[in-house]
C-alpha cells in the first residue's frame, strides 16, 4: 500500500506557473501508474494527466497539452505537475492517484485505488 502526500498548490495570476508534488510513502512509485486528476467547486473529478509506470509514457487532457508536463523521481518517490501559462479555468482542487495493475493509459478516478488529499489551485484572472 502507498501512501500520498500533495502540495505546491497556492493562488497565482493567469499566466503564471506553479508546481506541484506528490510525495509516496509506503512502496516505491516504480511499482503505480501515476496520474493527476482535479475537480472544482460543484464539478466532477477530471483526469489531467497520467505517466505510466512500465515506460514513463506520459498522456493529458487535451485543454492542458503543451502546459503541463507529469513528470516522475523514482529516487525521491515522487511524482510533479509542472503547470505553465495558467489559466482560470484550471483553478481547482489537485488530486495525485496510483493504481497498481494493467498495462493502459487510465483516465477514469475510479480506476485509480491510492488517493492523496489534494492541493488546491486557484488561478486569477
Known amino acids: 500500500q502507498v501512501q500520498l502526500v500533495e502540495s505546491g498548490g497556492g493562488l497565482v495570476q493567469a499566466g503564471g506557473s506553479l508546481r506541484l508534488s506528490c510525495a509516496a510513502s509506503?512502496?516505491?512509485?516504480?511499482?503505480?501508474?501515476m496520474a493527476w486528476f482535479r475537480q472544482a467547486p460543484g464539478k466532477e473529478r477530471e483526469f489531467v494527466a497520467t505517466s505510466r509506470k512500465n515506460d514513463r509514457n506520459t498522456y493529458y487532457k487535451d485543454s492542458v497539452k503543451g502546459r503541463f508536463t507529469i513528470s516522475r523521481d523514482n529516487t525521491d518517490n515522487t511524482v510533479y505537475l509542472q503547470m505553465n501559462s495558467l489559466k482560470p479555468e484550471d483553478t481547482a482542487a489537485y488530486y495525485c492517484?496510483?493504481?497498481?495493475?494493467?498495462?493502459?493509459?487510465?483516465?477514469?478516478?475510479?480506476?485509480?485505488?491510492?488517493w492523496g488529499q489534494g492541493t488546491q489551485v486557484t488561478v486569477s484572472s
Open positions: 492517484a496510483a493504481r497498481t495493475e494493467g498495462i493502459y493509459f487510465y483516465t477514469k478516478a475510479y480506476e485509480y485505488d491510492y
Open positions: 509506503g512502496r516505491t512509485l516504480s511499482s503505480y501508474h
